[in-house]
Structures are given as structure tokens and as C-alpha cells.
């Protein structure tokens, strides 16, 4: 067993990787977890049904292999958060934390190390990550290599939704914990990740959901690009579902948002305030 040791205090942690046909990119993301400064208690990965040699270089490494019976569903997100849910369900009960990583993803060697002294130095931090594109502004913890606080995040509270890790990060933060994003640490991510028009559409019913204001809902419609921009509104404007959240968390939320994307943008512009 491998721990992380910060004045005297102990953390241990689990790793988790969910898959579906990502034999393109999983060896230089399992050689970056093997990379680690400080490795895993355990590397659980959770097969999603895929069909290409995934299976065969998850053995290679030796790591736990779950095999995901759920079918394929036309909304590939449910697969994903089952599958987390799954892996979640599967790890050591003796670890303090987990680190949930992309199939595509590389990591810095002191990745692990780095998150981990956040959750030493703050007992209420429930999630922490660092980030992928230095030049985008970054309020909540990015998917792509995500720690998780184990005492903060249990399979049955995961809400099956369109963007569930969204909602996940906001439940804890509505539930009073924190989350926190380190900018000095990035991991690379090998898999093209730009919105769809389809997607940029179900962004905007999310924050319809979520009770988003107006006003921070344009200003985020600013930032995508081309016909983006529309999909966002009319997701916002005309898109239909359930409640996300308490309204008054969302109001505090959104202004505190508003305040720091404006700082960010005020600092890129070089314009002190």
C-alpha cells in the first residue's frame, strides 16, 4: 500500500476509470496513473460493454476489471454515470479518497500528491481537480481527473441525469461542502472534447433547470462560439424538465460565479480593478 503523508497525516486513495472502447488511449492513460508520485491503493476499472481490445490491455496492466452489464442506452451519459456509480459500489472501504479518471486522459506525476494536500489542508473539500485548458475559466472542478472526499459522494446519491457530474458538484456544494479547483496542475486530454450543437442546446435546458438567472445565462451564451451561441438559448429559453436545485442556492451560486468569471476575464484582458 502506498500513502500520502503532509504534516504527519495520512491519506490514502483508490482510482477509479470507466471505458468503452478506448484502446486508442488507455495505455498512456494507465502508464500515467502508474506514473503517480503517490499511487493508488487500487486501480478499479469498470468495462462499459466495449468491443475493441480494451479488455485485453486492462489485463495487461492488472488492474480490477468490472465488467459493466448494463446495455447500451441512445443516451451515452446514463452508461457512464452507471458505470461510475458501479465502480464507486466496488472500491476498498479502507480509502479516504477517490480519483475518477478519463479514458483519455494523462496526468502529471504529481497529480495525485497535489490534490491530495487540498482535502489534508481542508476538511470540508468534497471534490478537487485541476484542469485541462489554462485559457478557460474554471468554477467547479473539471470531470476529467476529479478527487472525490469517500464520506461526501455515495453510488445511491449520484442523480441519474444529463450532466450528473455537474449536478453532483453543485448537490455538494448545496449540501454545504466544498469543492475547489487547483490551476497549477493540468492533465492532458487526448479525446477531441468540443460541444456539439446538440450538446451546446442541452446546456442551456440544464441551466433552465438549474432556475439559472437571465443575465449569467447570456453571459455564458458570450463565451461559446458560432451557432453555439443560439443552441444555448433556445436549450435555456425553450427546454423543459425537472427542478435541479433550490432556487436560493442557485442565486447565491450564479452571483458568486458571475463575480470570479468576471475577474478572470478582467485579469486576461490585463485590466486591474
Not at 44 to 67: Q, R
Not at 155 to 163: G, L, Q, S, W
Not at 180 to 208: C, F, K, M, P, Q
Not at 214 to 235: C, D, E, P, S, T
Request: proline share 3%; aromatic share 10%.
Amino acid at each position: 500500500m502506498t500513502i500520502c503523508i503532509r504534516n504527519n497525516q495520512i491519506m490514502n486513495y483508490s482510482l477509479l476509470v470507466t471505458v468503452y472502447n478506448d484502446a486508442d488511449y488507455l495505455p498512456r492513460c494507465f502508464d500515467s496513473i502508474l506514473s503517480q508520485t503517490y499511487l493508488p491503493d487500487e486501480v478499479i476499472v469498470v468495462n462499459d460493454n466495449s468491443t475493441d481490445k480494451t479488455g485485453a490491455i486492462i489485463d495487461e496492466y492488472n488492474f480490477k476489471n468490472i465488467f459493466s452489464s448494463e446495455p447500451k442506452h441512445e443516451q451515452r451519459w446514463l452508461n457512464r454515470v452507471r458505470a461510475f456509480k458501479l465502480g464507486l459500489s466496488a472500491l476498498n472501504t479502507k480509502t479516504s479518497l477517490v480519483l475518477k479518471v478519463d479514458a483519455d486522459i494523462i496526468m502529471t506525476s504529481d497529480y495525485a500528491s497535489t490534490l491530495i494536500d487540498h482535502f489534508i489542508n481542508n476538511k470540508n473539500i468534497a471534490a478537487c481537480s485541476g484542469i485541462a485548458n489554462m485559457r478557460q475559466f474554471h468554477t467547479l472542478p473539471r470531470n476529467g481527473a476529479i478527487m472525490y472526499r469517500r464520506s461526501a459522494i455515495n453510488p445511491n446519491d449520484i442523480r441519474e441525469v444529463y450532466a450528473w457530474d455537474r449536478w453532483t458538484l453543485l448537490w455538494l456544494l448545496e449540501s454545504g461542502f466544498d469543492v475547489s479547483v487547483d490551476e497549477t496542475i493540468t492533465y492532458e486530454e487526448l479525446r477531441d472534447s468540443v460541444l456539439t450543437l446538440r450538446e451546446a442546446y442541452n446546456t442551456g435546458t440544464i441551466r433552465r433547470q438549474e432556475q439559472y438567472p437571465l443575465r449569467g445565462v447570456l453571459i455564458q451564451a458570450l463565451i461559446q462560439k458560432g451557432m453555439k451561441k443560439v443552441a444555448f438559448l433556445n436549450g435555456y429559453l425553450n427546454g423543459k424538465g425537472p427542478e435541479r436545485h433550490n432556487l436560493d442556492f442557485i442565486r447565491r451560486y450564479s452571483q458568486k460565479e458571475e463575480a470570479e468569471r468576471l475577474n478572470y476575464l478582467m485579469k486576461r484582458l490585463g485590466v486591474s480593478q
